[in-house]
T-cell receptor, first 115, second 115 residues
Framework: NAGVTQTPKFQVLKTGQSMTLQCAQD?????MSWYRQDPGMGLRLIHY???????DQGEVPNGYNVSRSTTEDFPLRLLSAAPSQTSVYFC??????????????FGPGTRLTVL | AQTVTQSQPEMSVQEAETVTLSCTYD???????LFWYKQPPSRQMILVIR??????QNATENRFSVNFQKAAKSFSLKISDSQLGDAAMYFC????????????FGKGTKLSVKP
Protein backbone atom coordinates (compact mmCIF):
# COMPACT_ATOMS: atom_id res chain seq x y z
CA ASN A 1 0.00 0.00 0.00
CA ALA A 2 1.89 3.04 -1.29
CA GLY A 3 -0.77 5.61 -0.35
CA VAL A 4 -0.77 8.73 -2.53
CA THR A 5 2.17 9.03 -4.89
CA GLN A 6 3.19 12.03 -6.99
CA THR A 7 5.70 12.33 -9.78
CA PRO A 8 7.95 14.10 -10.37
CA LYS A 9 9.20 15.47 -7.05
CA PHE A 10 10.87 18.45 -8.72
CA GLN A 11 10.46 20.02 -12.15
CA VAL A 12 11.80 23.11 -13.91
CA LEU A 13 9.93 24.38 -16.97
CA LYS A 14 10.35 27.27 -19.35
CA THR A 15 7.47 29.65 -19.94
CA GLY A 16 5.08 28.19 -22.51
CA GLN A 17 6.07 24.58 -22.02
CA SER A 18 3.47 21.98 -21.13
CA MET A 19 3.67 19.15 -18.64
CA THR A 20 1.59 16.75 -16.60
CA LEU A 21 1.91 16.21 -12.87
CA GLN A 22 1.03 12.65 -12.01
CA CYS A 23 -0.96 11.54 -8.98
CA ALA A 24 -1.97 8.01 -8.10
CA GLN A 25 -3.52 6.30 -5.10
CA ASP A 26 -3.97 2.62 -4.32
CA UNK A 27 -6.58 2.94 -1.58
CA UNK A 28 -9.66 2.82 -3.84
CA UNK A 29 -10.55 6.37 -2.86
CA UNK A 30 -13.33 8.08 -4.77
CA UNK A 31 -12.30 11.64 -3.93
CA MET A 32 -9.11 13.15 -5.26
CA SER A 33 -7.95 16.73 -5.42
CA TRP A 34 -5.09 19.05 -6.34
CA TYR A 35 -3.87 21.95 -4.22
CA ARG A 36 -1.11 24.47 -4.74
CA GLN A 37 0.93 25.93 -1.92
CA ASP A 38 2.55 29.32 -2.26
CA PRO A 39 4.61 31.11 0.40
CA GLY A 40 2.34 32.92 2.84
CA MET A 41 -0.80 31.66 1.09
CA GLY A 42 -1.53 28.28 2.59
CA LEU A 43 -2.97 25.60 0.30
CA ARG A 44 -5.54 26.50 -2.34
CA LEU A 45 -7.76 24.05 -4.20
CA ILE A 46 -7.20 23.82 -7.97
CA HIS A 47 -9.46 20.97 -9.14
CA TYR A 48 -11.13 17.99 -7.56
CA UNK A 49 -12.91 14.78 -8.52
CA UNK A 50 -15.53 12.74 -6.71
CA UNK A 51 -15.15 9.71 -8.94
CA UNK A 52 -14.00 8.44 -12.33
CA UNK A 53 -15.33 10.69 -15.07
CA UNK A 54 -16.33 13.48 -12.68
CA UNK A 55 -14.22 16.60 -12.14
CA ASP A 56 -14.90 20.13 -10.97
CA GLN A 57 -13.07 23.39 -10.42
CA GLY A 58 -11.75 24.66 -7.16
CA GLU A 59 -10.64 28.11 -6.07
CA VAL A 60 -7.77 28.61 -8.56
CA PRO A 61 -8.42 26.49 -11.71
CA ASN A 62 -7.14 28.84 -14.42
CA GLY A 63 -4.24 27.44 -16.42
CA TYR A 64 -4.82 23.85 -15.30
CA ASN A 65 -6.72 20.90 -16.75
CA VAL A 66 -7.64 17.61 -15.15
CA SER A 67 -9.31 14.35 -16.10
CA ARG A 68 -10.21 11.21 -14.15
CA SER A 69 -10.41 8.17 -16.37
CA THR A 70 -9.70 5.68 -13.56
CA THR A 71 -10.27 5.63 -9.81
CA GLU A 72 -6.53 5.42 -9.17
CA ASP A 73 -5.15 8.30 -11.25
CA PHE A 74 -5.78 12.04 -11.30
CA PRO A 75 -3.23 13.90 -13.48
CA LEU A 76 -2.90 17.68 -13.50
CA ARG A 77 -1.99 19.27 -16.82
CA LEU A 78 -0.34 22.62 -17.44
CA LEU A 79 -0.91 23.43 -21.11
CA SER A 80 1.28 26.55 -21.28
CA ALA A 81 3.29 27.12 -18.12
CA ALA A 82 3.61 30.62 -16.70
CA PRO A 83 5.93 31.94 -13.95
CA SER A 84 2.82 32.49 -11.78
CA GLN A 85 2.44 28.71 -11.67
CA THR A 86 5.70 28.32 -9.78
CA SER A 87 4.52 26.56 -6.64
CA VAL A 88 4.42 23.32 -4.68
CA TYR A 89 1.59 21.07 -5.81
CA PHE A 90 -0.12 18.55 -3.58
CA CYS A 91 -2.48 15.76 -4.53
CA UNK A 92 -4.87 14.41 -1.90
CA UNK A 93 -7.39 11.60 -1.73
CA UNK A 94 -10.04 10.26 0.62
CA UNK A 95 -12.59 7.47 0.70
CA UNK A 96 -15.74 9.26 1.73
CA UNK A 97 -15.15 12.99 2.17
CA UNK A 98 -18.61 13.78 3.41
CA UNK A 99 -18.24 11.41 6.37
CA UNK A 100 -17.20 12.98 9.64
CA UNK A 101 -14.34 10.56 10.30
CA UNK A 102 -12.98 10.64 6.76
CA UNK A 103 -9.27 11.44 6.49
CA UNK A 104 -7.62 13.07 3.51
CA UNK A 105 -4.27 11.62 2.59
CA PHE A 106 -1.76 13.91 0.94
CA GLY A 107 1.00 13.04 -1.47
CA PRO A 108 4.59 14.22 -0.91
CA GLY A 109 4.22 17.19 -3.25
CA THR A 110 5.83 18.36 -6.49
CA ARG A 111 7.94 21.51 -6.50
CA LEU A 112 7.51 23.23 -9.86
CA THR A 113 9.56 26.18 -11.05
CA VAL A 114 8.63 28.04 -14.24
CA LEU A 115 11.35 30.27 -15.64
CA ALA B 1 -17.68 31.98 1.21
CA GLN B 2 -15.84 30.54 4.17
CA THR B 3 -12.48 31.90 5.25
CA VAL B 4 -9.85 30.72 7.71
CA THR B 5 -7.48 33.11 9.46
CA GLN B 6 -4.29 32.28 11.31
CA SER B 7 -3.05 35.53 12.82
CA GLN B 8 0.34 34.25 14.02
CA PRO B 9 2.79 33.79 11.12
CA GLU B 10 5.45 32.52 13.52
CA MET B 11 5.55 31.16 17.05
CA SER B 12 8.30 29.88 19.28
CA VAL B 13 8.21 27.56 22.30
CA GLN B 14 10.74 26.11 24.68
CA GLU B 15 11.08 22.35 24.67
CA ALA B 16 8.73 20.72 27.25
CA GLU B 17 6.60 23.89 27.46
CA THR B 18 3.07 24.44 26.16
CA VAL B 19 2.12 26.56 23.17
CA THR B 20 -1.22 27.58 21.68
CA LEU B 21 -1.75 28.32 18.00
CA SER B 22 -4.73 30.46 17.05
CA CYS B 23 -7.27 29.99 14.28
CA THR B 24 -10.49 31.81 13.53
CA TYR B 25 -12.92 31.15 10.73
CA ASP B 26 -15.90 32.73 9.12
CA UNK B 27 -18.94 30.76 8.04
CA UNK B 28 -22.69 30.96 7.97
CA UNK B 29 -23.04 27.19 8.26
CA UNK B 30 -24.01 25.45 11.47
CA UNK B 31 -22.38 22.10 10.71
CA UNK B 32 -18.83 21.67 9.47
CA UNK B 33 -15.47 20.09 10.27
CA LEU B 34 -12.27 21.72 11.44
CA PHE B 35 -8.75 20.33 11.19
CA TRP B 36 -5.18 21.03 12.15
CA TYR B 37 -2.49 19.80 9.77
CA LYS B 38 1.25 19.69 10.43
CA GLN B 39 3.78 20.19 7.66
CA PRO B 40 7.37 19.41 8.71
CA PRO B 41 10.35 20.35 6.52
CA SER B 42 9.76 17.14 4.55
CA ARG B 43 6.65 18.88 3.10
CA GLN B 44 4.38 15.97 3.97
CA MET B 45 0.95 17.10 5.20
CA ILE B 46 0.01 15.23 8.36
CA LEU B 47 -3.40 15.37 10.03
CA VAL B 48 -2.96 16.29 13.70
CA ILE B 49 -6.52 16.56 14.97
CA ARG B 50 -10.08 17.04 13.79
CA UNK B 51 -13.23 18.53 15.33
CA UNK B 52 -16.84 18.10 14.31
CA UNK B 53 -18.78 21.32 14.88
CA UNK B 54 -21.79 19.49 16.31
CA UNK B 55 -19.66 18.04 19.10
CA UNK B 56 -19.28 20.29 22.12
CA GLN B 57 -16.42 18.26 23.55
CA ASN B 58 -12.99 19.44 22.51
CA ALA B 59 -10.94 16.90 20.57
CA THR B 60 -7.68 15.59 21.99
CA GLU B 61 -4.91 13.43 20.52
CA ASN B 62 -2.16 12.68 23.01
CA ARG B 63 -0.24 15.96 23.53
CA PHE B 64 -2.47 17.86 21.11
CA SER B 65 -5.82 19.34 22.07
CA VAL B 66 -8.11 21.99 20.72
CA ASN B 67 -10.18 24.75 22.23
CA PHE B 68 -13.24 24.94 20.03
CA GLN B 69 -15.42 27.99 20.61
CA LYS B 70 -18.27 27.71 18.11
CA ALA B 71 -19.99 30.98 18.92
CA ALA B 72 -16.70 32.86 18.64
CA LYS B 73 -15.70 30.84 15.55
CA SER B 74 -12.39 30.06 17.14
CA PHE B 75 -10.38 26.83 16.91
CA SER B 76 -7.02 26.97 18.68
CA LEU B 77 -4.48 24.16 18.94
CA LYS B 78 -2.63 23.50 22.19
CA ILE B 79 0.57 21.50 22.12
CA SER B 80 1.68 20.29 25.53
CA ASP B 81 5.16 19.10 26.49
CA SER B 82 6.55 20.44 23.20
CA GLN B 83 9.18 18.32 21.50
CA LEU B 84 11.81 19.18 18.91
CA GLY B 85 9.88 17.10 16.40
CA ASP B 86 6.88 19.42 16.75
CA ALA B 87 8.75 22.13 14.84
CA ALA B 88 6.78 22.59 11.60
CA MET B 89 4.22 24.68 9.76
CA TYR B 90 0.75 24.21 11.18
CA PHE B 91 -2.32 24.79 9.07
CA CYS B 92 -5.88 25.21 10.25
CA UNK B 93 -8.48 23.98 7.76
CA UNK B 94 -12.26 24.09 7.36
CA UNK B 95 -14.53 21.70 5.50
CA UNK B 96 -18.21 22.18 4.83
CA UNK B 97 -20.53 19.25 5.34
CA UNK B 98 -21.63 19.47 1.73
CA UNK B 99 -18.32 20.48 0.18
CA UNK B 100 -17.53 17.02 -1.17
CA UNK B 101 -14.33 17.05 0.80
CA UNK B 102 -12.76 20.32 -0.26
CA UNK B 103 -10.62 21.94 2.41
CA UNK B 104 -10.16 25.66 3.01
CA PHE B 105 -6.80 26.37 4.61
CA GLY B 106 -5.42 29.22 6.64
CA LYS B 107 -2.04 30.68 5.74
CA GLY B 108 -0.22 28.73 8.39
CA THR B 109 1.85 29.29 11.53
CA LYS B 110 5.52 28.36 11.62
CA LEU B 111 6.36 26.82 14.98
CA SER B 112 9.93 26.72 16.24
CA VAL B 113 10.93 24.63 19.26
CA LYS B 114 13.97 25.73 21.24
CA PRO B 115 16.04 23.09 23.06
Amino acid sequence: NAGVTQTPKFQVLKTGQSMTLQCAQDMNHEYMSWYRQDPGMGLRLIHYSVGAGITDQGEVPNGYNVSRSTTEDFPLRLLSAAPSQTSVYFCASSYSPTHSTDTQYFGPGTRLTVL
Amino acid sequence: AQTVTQSQPEMSVQEAETVTLSCTYDTSESDYYLFWYKQPPSRQMILVIRQEAYKQQNATENRFSVNFQKAAKSFSLKISDSQLGDAAMYFCAYRSIGSQGNLIFGKGTKLSVKP
